[in-house]
């Protein structure tokens, strides 16, 4: 099977380790200019100077955090430094602090430091998941939509690949009527017995260079540029609801209720 798909709008960040690199650098930075009042474009530029801080990541990033409810800023505005990060954006940026010092002091024994891990990690995994639960719920994000259909699918079909996924897009991209999930059942079935195959075509859209040279403003690039795919599947592993296994991401058993929440059941 053959088909062409657009790629979704996605938030373009999640919680991975440069994020919280980044979190804690931007906490070590406010707490060493305490009280201090300045334009958010000052503080982006400041950060990007003083902690090399590579502002064009946080343009995804500080979207993302604000959505979530972990930081809180206005663009174009100014901002008390110390208010940046909301009550649970320091308990997510503390927590962090917290788990590195652990694993850099040498009083702790091994398994002393895997409890510590898994109980901070589990913490850090609930906040992630309250994050989403606002992101869904906050008005005007082109990407909900499409993050809420991955969860459907998930919830349906216990896992997702990246080809299912694709799929997916392809039969909601090709008709306004889509049904329901039922209507694609068969064949993700057939393409999990091997029975079928998903060749994917994803149409990406040139830049204004590319344009120029070309008389293009798309081309036709392979599964590798669906890149929403990775940035949800991300954001679900990182609050504990799906787990890595080959080629799929799959629920993890005892987050079905959560997963229902998040597209409003």
Known sequence: MQIKIFNTSSPGAS????????????????????????????????????????????????????????????????????????????????????????????KYTRDQVIASENKLNEFLQNIVYGALLNIVNTNGLNYVEPFQDMIQFLLKFQKISKEEYAYLLFEKQRSDIFTSLNAIADNIHKYRANEIKIETSVTVRNDIEIQQRTSSKNRQEGLSFLTSYGYFVSLLAQAGLIAKQDKYYAMVSNKRDSLKKLIGE
């Open 15 to 106: 919680f991975t380790d440069n994020t919280n690199s980044v979190l804690l650098k931007i906490y070590e930075w406010i707490k060493e200019h305490p009280g201090l009042n300045i334009s958010f474009k000052e503080f982006r530029k400041r950060l990007e100077n003083d902690k090399e801080i590579n502002d064009n990541n946080n343009r995804n990033i500080f979207p993302l955090l604000r959505n979530g409810r972990l930081v809180q800023y206005e663009k174009g505005g100014e901002i008390l430094v110390d208010k940046f990060y909301t009550n649970t954006g320091l308990a997510y940026v503390k927590t962090l602090e917290f788990l590195n010092l652990i694993k850099q002091d040498p």
